[in-house]
C-alpha cells in the first residue's frame, strides 16, 4: 500500500500588536499610499518584547494540533522552519518540543528564510511517505522584526512577525503529491544580514544585524522563478493549469502574486491573499495563508493547491496538494 502525506491540521497565530502603515508614516519618510500601491500592505503585526519565535510557533502549533484532532503525544516529528530563532541553540524545535512535553522524537529547524516552510513540508513529507513518521508537525516561525531596519524605508514596510503550522500525516488517502526544492546562492548579494554567529556577535548587535535588499532586482527574479515553478510542478504531476483550484503563495508583494496568478491563469478569487494584513512574515506566511483560508471554508478537502516561495539565498519551491 502506498503512504501518501496529508495536511490534517492547519493553526496560526498573530501577536497582538499591529502596526499600519500609517504608523509607519510617522517613522521614517513614507505614505499609506505608495506602501499599499508598491506591495499591497496595510498592516502587519509586531511581536511584543518578551514575545519570541517559540512562543509564536508553540500557539500555532497546538491549533493546529486541535484542528487535526491530535494530541502532542502523537507527534513523531517536528521540524521548524525560521530564519529568527529563539537562540543560538538548542533549535526552536527543540525548544517547542519541550514545551509541548513530547520526548524523544526528532525535531530541528530549517533555514531556507522565506521558502522555509516549503523546505520543510518537502522534508518532512519524505520522513511521512517513508513510513520514518506518522504524525509530523510542521511549523513556520518569525520574529522578522528583531532584523529589521526601522530607519530604513525600503525594508521596514514588508515584513511583520508570526507564526504558521500544520499536521502531516501519514494516510491511504492523496495528500501531497510532489515538493521541488531549489537553491542559487549566486544571488545572495541581492537579499541577506551581512552578519552572523560565526562572524561575529559585535557585528550583530551593532546595528549590522538587518535585512539588506535590492528590491527591483529580488522581484524580478522572484517574478520568473516563480513562473518557472509552476511550469516545473504541473509537469512533474502531468496536469494543465486548470487543474488547480487554488493558488496559496509566499506573501511577499502583491505584485509578484498577481504575476504567479496570471501564470495560472487563476482569478483573483481563487488566489489566497493574506500580505495586507500580515506583511512579509517570511517562513510563516505560506501555512499562515493556508490557515486562513482554510478557517474561513474556503477551501475544501478534496482541492488541489498550488504552494509555492521565493527568498534569500536565492531558495524557491512549491508543494502541489490535495487538500
Ligand atoms: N516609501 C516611499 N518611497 C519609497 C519607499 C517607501 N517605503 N521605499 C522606497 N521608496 C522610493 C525609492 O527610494 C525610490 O525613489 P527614487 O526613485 O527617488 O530613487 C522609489 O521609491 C522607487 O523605488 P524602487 O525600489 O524602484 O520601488 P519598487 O517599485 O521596486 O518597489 C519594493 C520597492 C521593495 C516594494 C519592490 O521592489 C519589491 O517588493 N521587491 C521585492 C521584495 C521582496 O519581496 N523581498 C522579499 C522576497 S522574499
Redesign the pocket.
Known amino acids: 500500500m502506498t503512504i501518501h502525506a496529508r495536511i490534517t491540521g492547519t493553526g496560526g497565530y498573530l501577536p497582538e500588536k499591529v502596526l499600519t502603515n500609517h504608523d ?1 508614516e510617522r517613522m ?4 499609506h499610499e ?2 499599499v500601491e ?2 499591497g500592505i496595510h498592516q502587519r503585526h509586531i511581536a511584543a518584547e518578551d514575545e519570541f519565535t517559540c512562543d509564536l510557533a508553540e500557539r500555532a502549533a497546538r491549533r493546529a494540533l486541535e484542528a487535526a484532532g491530535r494530541r502532542p503525544a502523537d507527534v513523531d516529528l517536528i521540524v521548524v522552519a525560521t530564519t529568527t530563532p529563539d537562540r543560538v541553540f538548542p533549535s526552536t524545535a527543540c525548544l517547542v518540543q519541550q514545551r509541548l512535553d513530547i520526548h524523544g522524537c526528532p525535531a530541528f529547524d530549517v533555514q531556507a ?2 521558502t522555509g516552510f516549503i523546505y520543510a513540508l518537502g522534508i518532512a513529507e519524505k520522513f511521512v511517505r517513508t513510513g520514518s513518521a506518522r504524525c509530523a508537525l510542521v511549523i513556520g516561525a518569525e520574529t522578522l522584526s528583531r532584523i529589521v531596519d526601522w530607519t530604513d ?6 515584513f511583520g512577525d508570526g507564526a504558521g503550522a500544520v499536521v502531516l500525516e501519514a494516510s491511504e488517502e492523496p495528500g501531497i503529491l510532489s515538493s521541488h526544492l531549489h537553491c542559487d546562492g549566486k544571488y545572495e548579494h541581492l ?1 541577506n544580514v551581512p552578519v552572523g554567529v560565526s562572524s561575529g556577535l559585535e557585528r550583530l548587535a551593532s546595528g549590522e544585524g538587518t535585512i539588506r ?1 535590492k ?2 532586482e ?2 524580478k527574479v ?1 517574478v520568473n522563478t516563480l513562473g518557472r515553478i509552476v511550469d516545473e510542478t504541473l509537469e512533474a504531476n502531468g496536469l494543465r493549469r486548470e487543474d488547480v483550484d487554488w493558488l496559496v503563495p ?1 506573501q ?2 502583491i ?2 502574486i498577481r504575476a504567479t496568478a496570471r501564470k495560472l491563469g487563476l482569478p483573483a478569487d481563487r488566489v489566497v491573499v493574506t500580505v495586507d494584513r500580515h506583511g ?1 512574515t ?1 517562513a510563516a506566511s505560506v501555512p499562515l495563508a493556508l490557515d486562513v483560508a482554510v478557517r474561513e471554508g474556503r477551501i475544501r478537502r478534496g482541492e488541489t493547491l498550488l504552494m509555492e ?4 539565498g536565492f531558495t524557491w519551491g512549491s508543494v502541489l496538494m490535495v487538500y
Request: hydrophobic share 45%.
Open positions: 509607519l521614517v519618510d513614507t505614505s505608495w506602501i508598491r506591495t528564510v522565506c524605508r525600503s525594508t521596514c514596510v514588508l537579499l535588499m528590491g527591483n529580488v522581484f522572484a509566499h511577499a508583494n505584485r509578484i512579509n517570511s516561495a521565493f527568498g534569500g
